[in-house]
């Protein structure tokens, strides 16, 4: 009876939340849908989005940082956070549109914030063992356009997602701007703003606009002696 009862309401929660999901891969193997998420706030105001966890996975609130939050008011929009047995703190994402992904790799170390707030479609990932410091932010379009004066043509439309390959540091204060790729085993200095696709592994790209300042270079979480 208490289960009736129980999955009754799921369903009507559901149906109130327009089918969006919370969808919970526990470390069991057993896949389950959920309402909440410890230390992480997820709000829909669309319809049919999901948002996957992988445990283990944990939310942590620092002093004086934000609560974790996931705000989706479009449709059909998909986040994926994979397993981490690092922790997540302050992770902001804001959809606004619709069609969007973001899938966040395993391992993942640190807190970001991330808009995909005016364009529909996009695709942002971030691969395995990343490290992000305080304070870094995705901004996947422009917003407003700019345009050619004689054609009356669009400019500034974004061609591509935002790609962070596999263990890549990203320092404090960083802006991360449209169409960019960071390769493998990057480091991203701290206030750099980082505007185009780079392609060579292994390096530490630093300055507005960020450019290559070191090659040959990986990096690791120990301390600097
Ligand atoms: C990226 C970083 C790790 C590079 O350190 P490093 O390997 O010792 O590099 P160097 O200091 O030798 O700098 C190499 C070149 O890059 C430039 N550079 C380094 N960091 C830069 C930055 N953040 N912005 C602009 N230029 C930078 C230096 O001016 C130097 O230029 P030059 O060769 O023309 O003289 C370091 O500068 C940094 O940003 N650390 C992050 C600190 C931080 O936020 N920690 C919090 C934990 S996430």
């Known amino acids: 009876?208490?289960?009736?009862?129980k999955?009754?309401?799921?369903?009507?929660?559901?149906?109130?939340?327009?089918?969006?999901?919370?969808?919970?891969?526990k470390q069991n193997g057993k896949?389950?849908?959920?309402?909440?998420?410890?230390?992480?706030?997820?709000?829909f105001k669309g319809k049919n989005s999901i948002v996957e966890i992988f445990e283990p996975i944990?939310?942590?609130?620092?002093l004086l940082a934000n609560r974790s939050k996931i705000k989706i008011s479009g449709d059909n929009n998909y986040i994926c956070i994979n397993s981490t047995n690092r922790s997540i703190h302050n992770l902001q994402v804001r959809g606004m549109c619709s069609n969007n992904k973001l899938i966040i790799g395993k391992n993942f170390y640190g807190m970001c914030s991330i808009d995909f707030c005016w364009l529909d479609n996009m695709v942002m990932r971030i691969g395995d063992d990343c490290m992000f410091g305080q304070d870094i932010k995705f901004?996947?379009?422009?917003?407003?356009?700019?345009?050619?004066?004689?054609?009356k043509e669009c400019i500034n439309i974004p061609r591509k997602g935002i790609d962070i390959g596999n263990h890549v540091w990203i320092a404090r204060n960083v802006r991360i701007m449209k169409n960019v790729t960071i390769p493998?085993?990057?480091?991203?200095?701290?206030e750099s703003v980082v505007t185009k696709e780079f392609k060579e592994q292994n390096c530490v790209i630093a300055g507005n606009p960020a450019k290559i300042v070191k090659t040959n270079i990986s990096w690791d979480y120990a301390n600097t002696k």
């Open 7 to 25: 999955h009754l309401l799921f369903c009507l929660c559901r149906w109130y939340r327009n089918d969006n999901r919370i969808i919970l891969h």
């Open 58 to 62: 944990k939310f942590e609130r620092r």
């Open 139 to 151: 901004m996947l379009g422009d917003h407003h356009s700019i345009y050619n004066l004689a054609t």
């Open 31 to 43: 896949i389950i849908e959920c309402l909440r998420y410890s230390g992480l706030t997820v709000s």
């Open 1 to 5: 009876m208490f289960g009736y009862i």
């Open 184 to 190: 493998c085993n990057s480091v991203v200095g701290a």
